[in-house]
């Protein structure tokens, strides 16, 4: 009988796949990549020394790359090997993008097949799909192959000749990429926006109006009535804050047009006015409102709404989404596309007919054009699997909490896709106020204004169309009447910076999705005032990006693709450049240094326009339009000396990183010179205090050579001058004696230091330390001695977060001294210990460890409390205590043991404590039988227990003569 194996990437889809194709299929994975460039310890003997030592990268002869299998992908092609054996054909069903097409490729050059190989990819993991590809099947993209290839070699050239600069001149560990070092350069600009920022004030007045007159009661007088805010006086526009530059003056524009910069006092007495005189509607304005829907998902805008509204971050996104993909719920999830497929159109409008009715239907098909000019290859967008959509009530039985969250946020945005629009009406009103000539003017010139006029503006929606289904998160913007005046921590939608920043100020509306019915009006018509209020507001810096705002700048400037967001995110907090304050990303001390180093020797590196042209390169590279080699000899040696690695034939016309004169990689690091490192990890404060960005840390110093600690949570916008000052003033202070430890006789003091404050014993000096000293002082020749033991350590600790360094008292110091505290031990005479660590209070026996809520539980938990808590399952750190079970089923026969049903990872599973099964498709966790999981847990019972990984042996050695022969026939390509 002929065999036919099918090669995926990830063992998730195995079972499915191979349940649709049949018997006469056999489905093994890959596992992700198979081969990489080789690392240098990986070459052999022959070859380090040779053309590819360096990079595993041959630069002089067409950028040849060599691979070597992962060495823990070795089991991996084993069995695959053993499994084409007895195969006739090869099917390769790797993901349909780059990534998916070199992992066909490397899986080509490794197993080398003698069987016909066909190329067979979908887009979602359903019946049909797989049934589709199998019939329209194709080659490998080699087009595709070198996009990535060159991807590869791209990254490879610049994170290995680039961070051993970093590591030289800033710190050791450190990486640059051409996506990373870019992105953190955003958050670092964004940051020194902020630390440039000079805020300015103003006022502005918010009236509370009526259109009931004196002779009606409170109460009607109140339903119609509503909120104007000041807009003019005497036709000129009141400042709001976007009328300021980020230098606290008001914008050239605002200049122009004579806005009024408003004071305290005339808004107060404008205020007063308001009161005093009988407000006229002067116009009635009404315009019809519509709002379309959002395109369905891409892989970043997925990320940003997961963000907004899940709290979820990208790389959580992609984890949860790749595993609904695996599992057949939804399309696949790298893709710039917001096309739908004809049968995902016709599904969507059908069940918006049937869900919302018919009228929720628009007359036409929505189609969305591509927002991304660089969309790699065709991909539909983000949606639910198959020709009909399953809704959330009809999957909520088979996906866990953040799965079943993410596919109703795809499933809503899909659907509401397809539906109509949401319509109204928007009512603007503008009210004229007399003034006396005493009743206020501007900040600049004194003037005196007869006129007040105050806008009011209402939307009411009288059809709410897709609404019903879904409504887009936004970011926070700027200024908005939320937070006018505020100067706490907000959240950027995008590039908010510079002049004129986009927000509504203090006479600026809200989300016009938002409903607010203004009572009706006509113009001449006299209002009531209810009340007047003047309130001071100041400008607010450019807000720091999120992840999911990040992304977004990032895609607008069409710098990395969907497949790299969440790896960029992950990689600029793993390595330091950014740190999480709720949503925000803070750059570092190091992103600075690193960012400077960067801008001052690679300007072309994290310049956006030019690495933007990289990413549209490699488009062209995997269209076709462009030559790898010519490229990547353009971007390494530069265009005058493209030549110099064979690629002369080609690189006139192909393209490359950078037009004619550009220096490439190579001669930047040629022409680097000497970088003053104690430039590059300065960052002037003022006032002859400099920050410094030193090995264990950043640090302040003055000019006269003091230092002082910087503490780890302050932000660099909030280092001021000011603040400089403070720190330096507590660096110099020995900190505040609290008394005698009467234990030990030592003196007790309470600093603050770089991690906070703390409290310290003070230990007395060593005896000798005198003579030490004097011989030092005298110039005495010190003869080398052995290294001595370390003397002993003052005990140290911090301050609970409910205590203040100002009232600290010796009692609660002698407490935090005292831990950790032992609170008793368990039957097998183990000792319980409770104490603070970096993540909050915790008890400890052993290895094994448990979270206590409050840090007051370090010295009141009893025996009992905490033998209790470490008789609970352990949670992870911000996870939830462990669920119960889902549902009871009754005791096996087979086992006499109590089976349950469980919500995992993966979804629900049976499970007699010992063994557990994953629920089948189609079966409900609320109305499975007992006798289904009975079955079920028998038959992995039968199937015997995982096969364990072999421990691996410790090879000997062997050495082997290198043949000379092409690195494409073992590892490279070409």
């Known amino acids: 009988m002929p065999r036919k194996l099918v090669i995926v990437e990830s063992p998730n889809k195995v079972r499915s796949i191979a349940g649709y194709l049949g018997p006469d299929f056999d489905v093994e994975a890959s596992v992700g990549h198979i081969r990489d460039l080789a690392q240098p310890s990986e070459l052999p003997a022959a070859e380090k020394k040779g053309p590819y030592g ?23 092609v084993t069995q695959l090997k053993k499994a084409l054996k007895e195969a006739d054909e090869l099917y390769l069903a790797t993901d349909d993008d780059r990534e998916g097409e070199a992992i066909a490729w490397h899986l080509l050059e490794v197993l080398k097949p003698k069987v016909p190989v066909k190329r067979m990819t979908f887009t979602e993991i359903t019946k049909e799909a797989v049934t589709r590809a199998l019939d329209s099947t194709r080659d490998i993209d080699s087009h595709r192959v070198d996009a990535q290839e060159t991807r590869r070699i791209l990254d490879r050239l610049v994170g290995y000749e680039v961070s051993p600069v970093l590591w030289r001149k800033v710190r050791a560990g450190l990486s640059a990429g051409r996506v990373q070092s870019v992105a953190t350069r955003l958050v670092v600009e964004r940051e020194r926006e902020r630390m440039a920022f000079v805020p300015a004030g103003y006022w502005g007045v918010e009236a509370r109006l009526s259109t009931g007159l004196g002779g009606l009661d409170e109460a009607a007088r109140a339903e119609g009535s509503f909120t104007a805010r000041l807009a003019a006086l005497d036709g000129r526009r009141v400042a709001t804050g976007r009328d300021f530059t980020d230098g606290g003056e008001l914008t050239a524009s605002a200049r122009k047009a004579s806005t ?12 007063e006015a308001v009161m ?167 900040r600049d010139s004194g003037h005196t204004f007869s006129t007040a006029s105050l806008t009011a503006s209402g939307t009411v929606i009288t059809f709410r169309g897709f609404l019903a289904a ?5 970011d926070a913007e700027r200024y908005s009447e939320a937070v006018a005046g505020s100067a706490g921590e907000a959240v950027s939608g995008g590039e908010a910076g510079g002049a004129g920043a986009a927000g509504a100020g203090a006479g600026g509306g809200g989300a016009q999705s938002r409903e607010a019915r203004l009572p009706a009006m006509i113009a001449g018509q006299e209002l009531a005032a209810l009340g007047a209020e003047a309130a001071g507001h100041e400008t607010t810096p450019p807000p720091r990006y999120t992840e999911a705002s990040l992304v977004k700048a990032l895609e607008e400037r069409e710098i990395g693709r969907p497949s790299t967001y969440a790896a960029t995110m992950s990689t600029i907090s793993d390595r330091g450049y950014v740190d999480h304050r709720g949503q925000a990303l803070v750059p570092t001390w190091l992103a600075f240094a690193v960012t400077r180093l960067l801008e001052e020797n690679f300007a072309e590196l994290v310049d956006y326009d030019f690495t933007a042209s990289m990413e549209a390169d490699l488009d062209r590279i995997a269209a076709g339009e462009a030559d790898r080699v010519a490229w990547l000899a353009r971007f390494y040696f530069g265009a005058d000396g493209a030549g110099s690695a064979g690629a002369a034939r080609a690189a006139g016309s192909a393209g490359g990183a950078g037009q004619d004169g550009e ?53 660099p916008d909030e280092l001021t001058v000011e603040r400089a000052r403070e720190l330096f003033a507590r660096a110099a202070d020995d900190g505040r004696e609290l008394g005698v430890d009467p234990s030990t006789g030592h003196t007790i003091i309470a600093k603050d230091g770089r991690y906070g404050p703390y409290v310290t014993e003070v230990l007395p000096a060593p005896e000798g330390g005198a003579d030490a000293e004097e011989a030092s002082s005298s110039g005495a020749k010190k003869k080398r001695t052995t290294k001595k033991a370390a003397g002993p350590k003052p005990r140290t600790a911090s301050l609970l977060k409910s205590m203040d360094l100002s009232t600290v008292t010796l009692e609660q110091a002698l407490d935090l001294l005292s831990l950790p505290r032992v609170v008793g031990q368990d039957a097998e005479g183990v000792d319980i210990t409770a104490q603070n660590g970096r993540f909050g209070p915790y008890l400890k026996k052993g290895t094994d460890s448990r979270s206590l809520a409050t840090e007051e539980q370090i010295f009141t938990v009893t025996l009992e409390e905490a033998l209790a808590l470490f008789a609970q399952p352990k949670t992870r750190r911000g996870q939830a205590a462990a669920r119960g079970p889902l ?41 499975v039988t007992p006798e289904r999981a009975y079955e079920l847990l028998a038959e992995k019972r039968a199937k015997g227990p995982a096969k364990k990984r072999a421990t691996r042996k410790t090879a000997t050695k062997k050495t082997t003569t290198a043949k000379k022969k092409s690195p494409s026939a073992e590892t490279g390509r070409k």
């Open 54 to 76: 360096r990079f595993a990268v041959d630069v002089e002869d067409g950028f040849k790359p060599y691979y070597v299998v992962n060495p823990d992908k070795k089991k991996t």
């Open 470 to 474: 879904y409504e887009e998160g936004r």
């Open 663 to 715: 220096r490439g990689l190579r001669a930047m690091l040629d022409t680097l010179g000497e970088i003053d490192a104690r430039a590059i990890n300065s960052v002037p404060i003022g006032e002859g205090m400099t920050l410094r960005v030193g090995r264990y840390g950043p640090y302040l110093e003055s000019d006269d050579g003091k230092r002082a600690n910087v503490p780890a949570d302050l932000a």
């Open 276 to 442: 005093r005189a009988v407000p006229r509607v002067a116009e009635v304005e009404e315009k019809p409102y519509k709002r379309r829907p959002a395109a369905p998902f891409t892989t970043s805008t997925l990320q940003q709404e997961a963000s907004r509204k899940l709290r979820m971050n990208p790389r959580e996104t992609m984890r949860v989404a790749q595993g609904l993909y695996e599992n057949g719920f939804i399309t696949y999830m790298r893709t710039d596309s917001t096309v739908l497929s004809g049968q995902a159109v016709a599904a969507a409008r059908a069940q918006v007919a049937e869900l919302y009715g018919p009228e929720y239907v628009p007359a036409k098909p929505r189609v969305y054009a591509a927002k991304t000019k660089g969309a790699q290859e065709a991909h539909e967008a983000i949606r639910p699997a198959g020709d009909h959509f399953r809704t959330p009530a009809q999957v909520s039985g088979e996906l866990s909490g953040a799965q079943f969250r993410l596919y109703e946020l795809i499933w809503k945005r899909t659907v509401a896709s397809q539906m109509a629009d949401a319509v109204g009406s928007t009512a603007t009103v503008r009210v004229e106020v007399p003034l006396a000539p005493a009743d206020g003017g501007s």
């Open 887 to 927: 549902r009871e089923l009754g005791t096996d026969p087979a086992t006499g043991k109590p089976v349950v049903i469980k919500d995992g990872r993966f979804g629900p599973y049976f499970t007699d404590g010992e063994t557990n099964v994953t629920l089948r498709r189609g079966d409900d966790p609320a109305t």
């Open 260 to 271: 009024v910069h408003l004071h305290e006092g005339a808004a107060k007495a404008i205020a």
